[in-house]
C-alpha cells in the first residue's frame, strides 16, 4: 500500500472517500498477492534441491585390504548358497556401499582356470565346476547282465553257422527264436545283421557275430572257436554223443553269399525303410 500518497480523506465528500479507499484496498490486495506467488515459488523450489541434493550418494574409496575382505564375503556368500544369488542378495549382506558387480569380476578372474569358476544364471550368481574337468564327476559303471538260456544257444549257432537266418537258427533249436534273445544280442553288440540271403524267398535277414564278440571271448578270429575234439576235452558234451553229430567250423567273411559292398548298401537302405514303415504303421 503507498502511503506517500498523503490522500486526506476528510476534504472529500463520502462518495469520493468512498472510492478513493477501496482503490487503496485493491492495492493492497495487489501487493500481497505478488507476496504470497513469491513465497509459494520459493517453496516449489525447495523440494527439487533437496531431491538434487539426495542423488549425489558420497562415493566410497575402498582400500585394498577392503576389497580383499568384501571379495571373500562374496566368495563364502556363493559357496555356502543352495540357490543362484543376484546382486542386491549378495549387496544386502555387504557394507554398505560396496560395489557388488566389480567384486563379482575380480572374483571370476581369480577363479579363472581353476576347477570351479564363477557363472551368470538368468542375472544370479554361483559357483559351477568347469566345463574342462566336468567328465571327472561322472562315473561309469558296468552293468552286469546274465543272458538267458535261449539267448546263450542262439549265439552260439549263430557263431557257428554264421551267416545265418532266423529260419536256421529255429531248425537248430527246434523251438521258435524270441525276438527278446535276438534284440539283446544286438543291443550289447555281440551279433549283428550281415545283409539279406538272396537265394530265399523273401530275402530273410542275416545274423552274425561282431569285432565286439570276439574281444570278449578273446578270439583272433571265429575259426578259433573251439572245435568237437576241444568241446569233449573241456566236458562241455555228452558223452552219448548221436551217430553223426558234428560241430560245424566257422569261416570269416561278411555273409556266404559273398554280398558285395552295393548289395550292402541296398540291404541298409531297405533295412532303414522298413523301420520308417513300421513307425508310420
Not at 34 to 61: G, H, L
Request: hydrophobic share 40%; aromatic share 4%.
Amino acid at each position: 500500500m503507498d502511503h506517500d500518497a498523503g490522500r486526506d480523506f476528510k476534504e472529500l465528500d463520502a462518495r469520493a472517500a468512498q472510492e478513493a479507499l477501496a482503490e487503496e484496498l485493491a492495492d493492497g490486495a495487489d501487493d500481497q498477492e505478488e507476496v504470497n506467488s513469491v513465497s509459494e515459488d520459493t517453496e516449489e523450489e525447495k523440494p527439487k534441491k533437496k531431491k538434487k541434493a539426495a542423488a549425489q550418494e558420497p562415493v566410497v574409496e575402498w582400500s585394498e585390504e577392503d576389497l580383499a575382505e568384501h571379495s571373500r564375503m562374496v566368495e563364502a556368500l556363493l559357496f555356502a548358497a543352495a540357490e543362484p544369488l543376484d546382486v542386491k542378495s549378495i549387496a544386502d549382506r555387504l557394507p554398505a556401499g560396496a560395489d557388488v558387480p566389480a567384486l563379482i569380476e575380480r572374483l571370476k578372474a581369480e577363479y579363472e582356470g581353476r576347477g570351479v569358476e564363477i557363472a551368470a544364471i538368468e542375472d544370479k550368481w554361483r559357483f559351477v565346476t568347469a566345463a574342462d574337468v566336468a567328465h571327472v564327476l561322472q562315473k561309469e559303471r558296468a552293468t552286469q547282465r546274465k543272458l538267458s538260456r535261449a539267448a546263450l544257444e542262439t549265439l552260439a549257432i549263430i557263431a557257428y553257422h554264421q551267416p545265418c537266418t532266423r529260419a536256421d537258427i529255429e531248425d537248430v533249436r527246434g523251438v521258435q527264436v524270441a525276438k527278446g534273445s535276438l534284440d539283446q544280442l544286438l543291443e550289447i553288440g555281440w551279433v549283428k545283421m550281415r545283409g539279406k540271403r538272396k537265394d530265399v524267398p523273401g530275402r530273410p535277414t542275416l545274423y552274425g557275430t561282431t569285432q565286439g564278440f570276439l574281444e570278449h571271448f578273446g578270439l583272433e578270429s571265429v575259426t578259433d572257436l573251439p572245435g568237437l575234439a576241444d568241446l569233449k576235452a573241456a566236458g562241455m558234451l555228452d558223452a552219448r554223443l548221436p551217430p553223426g553229430f558234428s560241430v560245424p567250423s566257422p569261416v570269416d567273411g561278411d555273409d556266404e553269399d559273398g554280398e558285395d559292398d552295393e548289395e550292402s548298401a541296398e540291404f541298409s537302405q531297405d533295412f532303414l525303410e522298413e523301420a520308417d514303415e513300421t513307425a508310420d504303421a
